[in-house]
T-cell receptor, first 113, second 113 residues
């Protein structure tokens, strides 16, 4: 079945460092790909999305490119801030149109001043 | 608009007790889902609904029941609580221009003793 694999955390960075969180997926067909962010004590919020190959999703300085050839959707940010500390989830939605999402296990990011 | 609301925020049960987690949305979204979040396992789909009167099982449905009598409400019932059901539960709806963006409620933290 479909699945999403994320790099293990926690990831600890200093402020202004470059961030990469790896995400790879296994799916049949052409899934849509998402990054969600969960701040402490809150629910998940959509961070960015890409619905077809080579699309680049971007929001709040974060970017991810849908790479079908490597089945990847890595999250990047050029300069992280303390306020970016959160748990990041990669997810895919298949084409069944049921609204189901398959999530990776989440990666905790800690940014230190 | 309140978006997606969940009640209660916290709940402690004893093994064998039953309870219902409430979820309501005012966005007129057709699709609704219940997930559970456990450390290191991301979010796993329990049940989902593609519209009033239609529900289906997700990845981890055992021990849970759902019904969808209205578009707005999607309650999750624990029939006989077990310690393995200790988790954080999130309700989500699907909507937005792409029809794939999920909107999450704030979550219910459940502890089963």
């Amino acid at each position: 079945g479909d699945s999403v694999t994320q790099m293990e955390g926690p990831v600890t960075l200093s402020e202004e460092a470059f961030l990469t969180i790896n995400c790879t997926y296994t799916a049949t067909g052409y899934p849509s790909l998402f990054w969600y962010v969960q701040y402490p004590g809150e629910g998940l919020q959509l961070l960015l999305k890409a619905t077809k190959a080579d699309d680049k999703g971007s929001n709040k300085g974060f970017e991810a490119t849908y790479r079908k050839e490597t089945t990847s959707f890595h999250l990047e940010k050029g300069s992280v801030q303390v306020s970016d500390s959160a748990v990041y989830f990669c997810a895919l939605s298949d084409q069944s149109n049921t609204g189901k999402l398959i999530f990776g296990q989440g990666t905790t990011l800690q940014v230190k001043p | 608009n309140a978006g997606v609301t969940q009640t209660p925020k916290f709940q402690v049960l004893k093994t064998g007790q039953s309870m219902t987690l409430q979820c309501a949305q005012d966005m007129n979204h057709e699709y609704m889902s219940w997930y559970r979040q456990d450390p290191g396992m991301g979010l796993r789909l329990i049940h989902y609904s593609v519209g009033a009167g239609i529900t289906d099982q997700g990845e981890v449905p055992n021990g849970y029941n759902v019904s969808r009598s209205t578009t707005e409400d999607f309650p999750l019932r624990l029939l006989s609580a077990a310690p393995s059901q200790t988790s954080v539960y999130f309700c989500a709806t699907v909507g937005g221009a792409t029809r794939y963006e999920q909107f999450f409620g704030p979550g219910t933290r459940l502890t089963v003793l």
